[in-house]
């Protein structure tokens, strides 16, 4: 996720995480880029207080909210961002029906000069069983690319996750 990051080039940089659990990638991130702002979106307060205990002094440059993907109006209230980033909170839609919708409300939030780096599961030989919850590669660049964004690129398939990243809207 650093690295990509890194092909921004807005400075400071603003950060968007969806589904921010207990900050692991929030540390990593506000250490690595050391001039950005972060927003940290996750549907558990217990997680928000786990991720300010981890953070310590870096919270100071963190915006908790507390929401979840599922419900209509989610993002409003979030910021645009230069980057939207997500780690394995997809699949905790409950359904992959539901992914295509999250990445149209996703969309708004990332800047046109901006990225989404997407991390999650993917089902099949190398993944999970679950075809229900799960997406291949495929269906995950389908559901990204059919909601604006650009240049849609599988970066990396390992350990049963994928990552793609993708260049703000159209």
């Not at 540390?27 to 690595?32: D, E, F, N, P, V």
Request: glycine share 8%.
């Amino acid at each position: 996720m650093a690295e990509e990051l890194a092909r921004v080039s807005a400075t400071p940089l603003s950060i968007l995480e969806l589904g921010s659990g207990p900050g692991f990638l929030a540390q990593h991130l506000l250490s690595t880029f050391p001039s950005s702002t972060y927003s940290a979106v996750d549907f558990s307060g217990a997680m928000h207080q786990l991720a300010k205990e981890r953070l310590g002094p870096l919270t100071a440059r963190v915006t908790f909210v507390q929401t979840d993907f599922r419900i209509a109006g989610w993002t409003e209230g979030l910021p645009s961002v230069d980057a939207v980033v997500t780690i394995q909170a997809v699949h905790e839609l409950r359904h992959k029906g539901r992914a295509a919708s999250f990445y149209r409300d996703v969309r708004p939030l990332v800047r046109p000069s901006g990225m989404l780096p997407a991390c999650d599961h993917l089902v099949g030989e190398r993944g999970m069983n679950n075809s229900e919850l799960f997406m291949t590669p495929d269906e995950h660049n389908a559901a990204i690319k059919e909601r604006g964004f650009s240049a849609v690129e599988l970066l990396m398939l390992k350990g049963g996750l994928v990552l793609f990243r993708a260049q703000g809207p159209n």
